[in-house]
């Protein structure tokens, strides 16, 4: 099963980094294109739909990360175990939140979903490509929410253990060195850590 996330996990780091990497190229081809007045006519609509998929798969992969804006100045003050009380709190919520997401945007796609999606409609692309991003996009950020919840629970006694550190490819500045021990220089001006 953790193969099978590990994949899940990279697929949509790829797909959200792809979709990023090409609205800012199509942006920009576009942008010089009409400088010389031949614009890319489909662009927009492009970037459009591209933006609506990469923002909640972004968003996901920002959860996943840990890497969502969060204020833990109280909770930081309380004991580990308090801590983890809190998170699961905060998951629980979020997961409300997102199911109230999703069936909006289930009331979207059902209402708006096959209107004509202005230059991509030649394509056969409909407004439901983009509505289908919000309950795409809260349904897997539900799926990481969950797998937090279990992460805190299981190591719910273990005081070391702090979630918003346990990421799935170990990368971020909690793994610089930049939050261990201080670090000093002796006399050859070689690092050593304390």
Known sequence: MKKVYAIYCKVEDIIAGI????????????????????PIIYA?????????WTAFLGADVAMRYSRLVGMDILVSKFSPKVQKVFQIVVYVL???????LIRGGLAIIKTNGARPFNTLAAWGIRYG???????VGGL???????????????????????VRKDNPDMVGE?????????????????VKQL
Do not use: Q, W
């Not at 979709?19 to 010389?36: E, K, Q, S």
């Open 129 to 135: 490509a983009v509505t289908a991003s919000l309950p």
């Open 44 to 52: 927009d609509d492009i970037c459009l739909l591209l933006f609506s």
């Open 94 to 100: 979020m997961i409300m939140i997102l199911f109230v």
């Open 19 to 38: 979709g990023f990497a090409t609205i800012v190229i199509l942006t920009f081809m576009n942008a010089v294109l009409r400088y010389l007045g031949t």
């Open 174 to 190: 909690e793994y610089t060195g930049a939050d261990k021990t201080p670090v000093t220089f002796n006399d050859t001006k070689e």
């Open 140 to 162: 897997l950020m539900i799926i990481t929410c969950l797998t937090k919840i279990y992460k805190v629970v299981t190591h719910f006694n273990d005081d070391a253990y702090n």
